[in-house]
């Protein structure tokens, strides 16, 4: 969605969707700063699980310091034009923890954007509006989100492994064939062929790819309830072959949001959102640069001040992160830009 959208991992290939769908016209106004209350006390640094020594040190010189983002300049650059508006610093408490059920993406943005809708109602707002953008762009355009969802969730298995060791197929089930896939699969283990194989077979052969925009919309939309239309069915190989199979049984799988979603909520929003990641240990450098933060833009105006939410990595993820939780920003009133920890 006009992004570059890449794998988090160390020397993680990057495919590029720059300028994939264009921009709305600017404002005729610039928008009014606004400053929001934390709907609900932020838990300490220090009682956030899962992070290192260094991770936290890095955290709290942040929160001490502060964050400084300056809004963009509405109006153009002529003589008429308004005079920019000074930059903000925000402090950053952490907001809580969300449950790791697939949703931690909305359920996250929620809490940070003190949001009325529901978690999976973000969800389905997200898609629709992509939904909508995607139909009315250009053939060129939507061949490089498609590209970039390929990449996401249909990768070529005989690349990437330099910098992978175990790589995931995405494919949708629609609920209503469950019955009629596991028929197909006991057929084959019938006349000898091993489960596993069987089930891989039959699942590449009748089930959805989730290899271009209008797949990732029903996949997106899945956020592990019986509302759902589709259940995630998940191939992972390693270089040798595949490895297991997620059959996802109950259904409760939930597609994990992924960059696009991400814009797709700054643009519901009409606000940057800024992921804090914080790397898993194998991927750390050194204490300035274990925590960073990664800007997703809206489509168009942008009418309030950021959106924040942290992501890092639990047991299995490595040098990833995997798991998103809300950023409580506030003000803070006298420290100036210059001063802060980072800036935007």
């Known amino acids: 969605m006009g992004k570059l959208l890449c794998d988090s991992s ?17 404002p005729a ?10 709907p609900e006390p932020p838990a300490g640094w220090s009682a956030v699980w899962a992070l290192d020594d260094q991770q936290r040190r890095r955290l709290l ?6 964050v400084a983002w300056k809004p963009p300049r509405q109006g153009g650059d002529g003589p008429e034009a308004p005079a920019p508006a000074p930059a903000v610093v925000f402090r950053l408490d952490h907001g809580g923890e969300v449950e790791s059920d697939g949703n931690c993406l909305f359920t996250a943005a929620r809490r940070a954007a003190a949001a009325k809708a529901e978690a999976r109602e973000l969800r389905h707002r ?19 989100v498609d590209a970039a969802v390929r990449h996401l969730y249909a990768p070529d298995l005989k690349a990437g492994w330099g910098v992978h060791v175990v790589q995931e197929v995405k494919l949708l089930a629609p609920k209503a064939d469950r019955d009629a896939l596991d028929a197909a699969i006991q057929e084959l283990v ?12 039959i699942y590449k052969e009748r089930c959805i790819a989730v290899d271009d925009g209008d797949s990732w919309a029903k996949y997106m939309s899945i956020s592990g309830s019986a509302e759902d239309e589709h259940d995630i069915i998940t191939l992972q190989y390693t270089e040798e072959g595949l490895l297991t199979i997620d059959e996802n049984r109950d259904g409760r799988a939930a597609a994990f949001g992924d960059d696009i979603a991400i814009e ?13 990641q914080a790397h898993g240990t194998d991927a750390m450098v050194d204490e300035d640069n274990c925590v960073f933060f990664l800007p997703h833009l809206p489509r168009g105006e942008i009418c309030d001040v950021p959106i924040f939410l942290f992501m890092k990595g639990t047991a299995w993820c490595g040098a990833g992160a995997d798991h998103y939780e809300p950023l409580i920003a506030t003000v803070l009133q006298h420290v100036t830009p210059d001063k802060a920890a980072v800036v935007l």
């Open 10 to 26: 160390p020397g993680g290939g990057a495919v590029a969707v720059a300028e994939a769908l264009p921009p709305s016209p600017a």
């Open 190 to 201: 019938g006349i000898g062929i091993q489960r596993e194989l069987a089930a891989e077979t």
């Open 264 to 276: 797709c909520l700054a643009t519901e929003f009409k606000r940057e959102v800024f992921v804090v």
């Open 61 to 66: 010189r942040i929160w001490e310091r502060g």
């Open 126 to 144: 997200a898609v629709r509006r992509f939904a909508d953008v995607y139909a009315a762009a250009e053939a060129s355009d939507r061949g490089a």
């Open 29 to 38: 106004s610039p928008p009014q700063l606004l400053a929001w209350a934390a």
